[in-house]
């Protein structure tokens, strides 16, 4: 098993450019999670799912979209990047005992 | 509102040392509490939780429902376990609530 793997390790981004984030997770898990990272703040969820088809929003979901068109795949979007988006991403999937199970982050920086 | 505090940032210790990471949680009915543990340059692990009331790498946590404090102990500290460490607890909903996490700094 993989586990949770997200797609790309790192981008640089210029304002106003988008991007698509991809999280791939193979436990069969209903729940998926974004989370930024970013220093003295913590993690702080984005948007949430808790199964195909359907999304929520987190703490921060502004400038941000999700689509969970697979149970597998949980994308996340940027239309229009920002400086203040510059972040650590990391997806996560909950497994039994509500455990979350984390991918290896994708650091993004928007110039 | 369901809150999480965790008031130090950065935690500095020497090998061998007693370490406590200290958490507090907003009242809001029974949370199960997690500790997540975040290795240079790994991704976020779980650590331990409270419902196992197991002991993981030596770190326990007791459950303090008085003070609302969910504190990691390590009575010896070691160097591999400079890391940064997230309190979270889970409140019968949908997701976690992190802490904003303490960096653990094991000095040899």
């Known amino acids: 098993n993989a586990g949770v793997t997200q797609t790309p390790k790192f981008r640089v981004l210029k304002t106003g450019q988008s991007m698509t984030l991809l999280c791939a997770q193979d436990m069969n898990h209903e729940y998926m999670y974004w989370y930024r990272q970013d220093p003295g703040m913590g993690l702080r969820l984005i948007h949430y799912s808790v199964g195909e088809g359907t999304t929520a929003k987190g703490e921060v979901p502004d400038g941000y979209n999700v689509s969970r068109l697979k149970k597998q795949n949980f994308l996340l979007g940027l239309e229009s990047a920002a400086p203040s988006q510059t972040s650590v991403y990391f997806c996560?999937?909950?497994?039994?005992?509500?455990?979350?199970?984390f991918g290896p982050g994708t650091r993004l920086l928007v110039l | 509102a369901q809150r999480v505090t965790q008031p130090e940032k950065l935690l500095s210790v020497f090998k061998g040392a007693p370490v406590e990471l200290k958490c507090n949680y907003s009242y809001s009915g029974s949370p199960e509490l997690f500790w997540y543990v975040q290795y240079s340059r790994q991704r976020l692990q779980l650590l331990l939780r409270?419902?196992s009331r197991e002991s993981i790498k030596g770190f326990t946590a007791d459950l303090n429902k008085g003070e609302t404090s969910f504190h990691l102990k390590k009575p010896f500290a070691q160097e591999e376990d400079s890391a940064m460490y997230y309190c979270?607890?889970?409140?019968?909903?949908?997701?976690?609530?992190f802490g904003t996490g303490t960096r653990l700094q094991v000095f040899p």
């Open positions: 996560a999937s909950r497994g039994p005992l509500e455990t979350q199970y």
């Open positions: 979270a607890p889970h409140y019968n909903t949908d997701k976690l609530i």
């Open positions: 409270h419902i």
